[in-house]
């Protein structure tokens, strides 16, 4: 067994600072990379080889099974096999399977794997029709309103001040199906996984005697990745503590990036303010990546609110880090696959090298370009694209159209009518979740027809045979091979060579970050993708999404503390400076968004070309026809109306009128101008 100096020999100076404080409150910023396990779990061992602490006496707490399991090995093989290391709610299990019985003289309701069936009475009781997409998003709402404490009566409230949405539905019924779900789920004897977390709490703060035990059980509390705490494990976790100060708490503000599902990294900067006498190590050597990679991560988050520790890299140099601008995302993904097997040529492994990108739906350029090269490769976290159902869905109902022969003459707008049945549209949904990821799929295939119609295919059945190739080439079974994973996925993972790839503006930031602490939250992301690389980063970028389409893209804003050709955009205007909008035509303030458009107000006479508007409308009408869409979907009046008053020359003049964004001017861009001149 080891002594308490082989224990602390084996630390460099701040982790070693961090094993020698075993009393009182103690808050660990580790950053990337710096062993913060290794750190904590030598601070336990420390603290049991030493008879400060006895091992059933500590509670180590962190987010994921496997990360508990890690830290069980660890302290088994550092002499502390007692130590009880769990994840929230597997403590929390633990003791309401102990004490709900005595307490309550019934059985423990059941835990219930998923909400979707109990949401999916709720909707109906509410007589809310809803796909299986949207259930999702209903059940991950009422997730981070449980966990966020917040209630169905006071959701319609605190819902909009937060930023949060369901797609197509309001929050008042949200807060209905919200209340639904809990007596749904009551009547039937069950209970989810935030109920483990507020029942436990519930027992603890109205059961004294069962607060008494607990924390006679446990003296000492480890909290790991304590910038993902959300308010109600904060709330149970002061409720473990009962007022002592025997905390240890890990973790980085520089990688939090849940804030969306309820994690609140203000309980990890303000540790200190709450619990005087805290002591506060800073662990900043990092021994995974080499000083460029570290170089940059620095420079990310430089100046910014989302900054972190300074990391010092330990590792020798390397190659620079490579930025890459491509056409398009096929070009990107060729170009990464080119790479790869380069790589793996000077002796990288598949299996070392990681493709990091925003969104699900972007892995399918890479799986197709990798599989054209027999480049295995893994998807982790999701389904490979076209194992996905919507994608299967929809691949099914496209050969269902070619065989009957109910498609029409142009590929795409039989592509188009037919996904239009399964819900897409031209334009995404607003704001994240599954409503979002699926819509993606769909728009990736949407994209592949354009890009088959464009290399002189025009069969809808040549074009489902080449998905069915497609998807054959990509199913082949891989044992090891590259990562193909989003951004969230790669947390807590590293690999020698990482693709961050996608990186630009609409992507990363993701267009629905809309606020600065969106927006903030995106360069975090951002920061775990460039520190999941130990020797080789690559990143990239595409300025069109399909071959042949319009460069509208631009690099991701982020890249500009990084590259110095890179620029920050313009700042959008706030609220105040748009309230203060004047009027061309009277000069008096523009109280509405239709007013602030066209810059002027409703009852002044108009100041655009009224025959070009006419002749707009009329393009409209035949375009919205031609689409199967109502005519809002193309453009609104409103838009119209800014088009014909300023008469832009060009696709950036195209951009800079409200309700035209990138995919917009990608789709409509030339027809618009040709109208113009």
């Not at 099974?65 to 660890?74: H, I, Q, S, V, Y």
């Not at 369901?166 to 809990?182: K, L, P, Q, S």
């Not at 935030?194 to 519930?202: K, Q, S």
């Not at 838009?639 to 800079?656: F, G, I, N, S, Y």
């Amino acid at each position: 067994m080891p002594t308490p100096a082989d224990l602390l020999a084996a630390l460099d100076p701040e982790q070693r600072q961090v094993a020698e404080a075993l009393r009182g409150p103690v808050r660990v910023l580790a950053g990337a990379g710096t062993g913060k396990t290794r750190a904590i779990t030598h601070r336990i061992a420390h603290g049991v080889a030493s008879g400060v602490y006895q091992p059933g006496e500590v509670l180590a707490v962190t987010f994921t099974t496997r990360a508990a399991g890690e830290m069980r090995t660890r302290l088994r093989e550092l002499g502390a096999p007692g130590v009880q290391a769990r994840t929230f709610h597997a403590a929390a299990l633990r003791q309401l399977r102990y004490f709900w019985p005595s307490v309550h003289g019934s059985e423990l309701p059941t835990l219930t794997e998923s909400k979707l069936a109990l949401m999916a009475l709720a909707a109906r009781r509410q007589r809310l029709a809803v796909d299986q997409g949207t259930l999702r998003d209903l059940a991950s709402e009422v997730e981070w309103a449980k966990v966020s404490n917040v209630r169905p009566e006071e959701y319609p409230r605190l819902a909009p001040a937060r930023g949060r949405e369901v797609n197509n539905v309001d929050a008042e019924t949200v807060a209905r199906v919200f209340g639904t779900y809990e007596d749904v789920k009551r009547g039937q004897g069950r209970m989810d996984m935030e109920d483990v977390l507020l029942l436990t709490a519930a027992l603890l703060a109205e059961d004294e005697r069962v607060a008494a035990q607990v924390r006679r059980q446990y003296k000492f509390f480890v909290v790991d990745e304590f910038q993902d705490v959300s308010p109600l494990q904060s709330a149970l976790l002061d409720l473990w503590l009962g007022g002592r100060d025997e905390i240890c708490v890990v973790g980085d503000p520089a990688q939090t990036i849940y804030s969306f599902a309820g994690a609140n990294a203000s309980y990890l900067r303000e540790f200190s303010a709450k619990h005087s006498g805290t002591t506060s190590i800073e662990l900043v050597r990092n021994y995974r990546s080499t000083p460029e990679v570290i170089g940059a991560a620095n420079a990310l988050l430089s100046g910014t609110s989302s900054r972190g520790v300074q990391l010092t890299a330990q590792r020798a140099s390397g190659p620079a880090i490579t930025y890459v601008e491509h056409t398009d995302e096929v070009d990107e993904a060729e170009s990464v696959a080119a790479e790869v097997l380069r790589l793996q040529d000077e002796g990288v492994s598949p299996g070392s090298m990681a493709v990091l990108f925003r969104i699900n739906a972007q892995s399918e350029a890479f799986e197709d370009a990798l599989a054209a090269r027999n480049i295995p490769y893994v998807v982790r976290g999701a389904a490979r694209f076209f194992d996905r159902p919507e994608v299967r869905q929809a691949i099914t109902l496209l050969r269902g159209t070619a065989r009957s022969g109910a498609g029409g003459d142009d590929l795409v707008d039989d592509v188009r009518d037919t996904l239009a049945g399964m819900g897409w549209t031209s334009e995404p949904p607003s704001g994240r979740g599954t409503a979002r990821d699926r819509w993606e799929s769909l728009h990736a295939l949407v994209s592949q027809a354009e890009t088959y119609a464009a290399s002189d295919g025009s069969s809808l059945g040549g074009f489902v045979d080449d998905l069915d190739r497609r998807a054959q080439e990509q199913h082949a079974p891989v044992a090891e091979g590259v990562t193909l994973a989003t951004l969230h996925t790669a947390k807590g993972l590293e690999w020698d060579a990482v693709f961050v790839c996608g990186a630009q503006e609409g992507s990363l930031p993701i267009s629905f970050a809309q606020t600065p602490a969106e927006v903030e939250e995106e360069r975090r992301l951002l920061y775990v993708g460039i520190t999941r690389a130990r020797v080789h980063l690559r990143i990239s970028w595409s300025l069109a999404r399909k071959p042949g389409g319009r460069k509208t893209r631009s690099a991701s804003r982020f890249l500009a503390a990084l590259r110095p050709d890179v620029h920050e955009p313009r700042p959008a205007r706030t609220k105040k400076a748009a309230r203060a909008a004047m009027c061309g035509t009277c000069g008096r303030p523009l109280s509405t968004a239709g007013e602030r458009k066209v810059g002027r107000c409703i009852d002044c006479p108009a100041t655009y070309d009224e025959d070009l508007f006419a002749r707009l409308k009329e393009w409209r009408r035949e375009r919205a026809g031609e689409d199967g869409v109502p005519a809002y979907v193309v453009f609104t009046d409103k838009t119209l109306e800014a088009v014909a008053e300023m008469k832009p020359a060009d696709d950036a003049q195209l951009l800079r009128i409200s309700g035209i964004g990138a995919a917009k001017v990608e789709r409509y861009g030339d027809e618009l101008l040709a109208l113009i001149n």
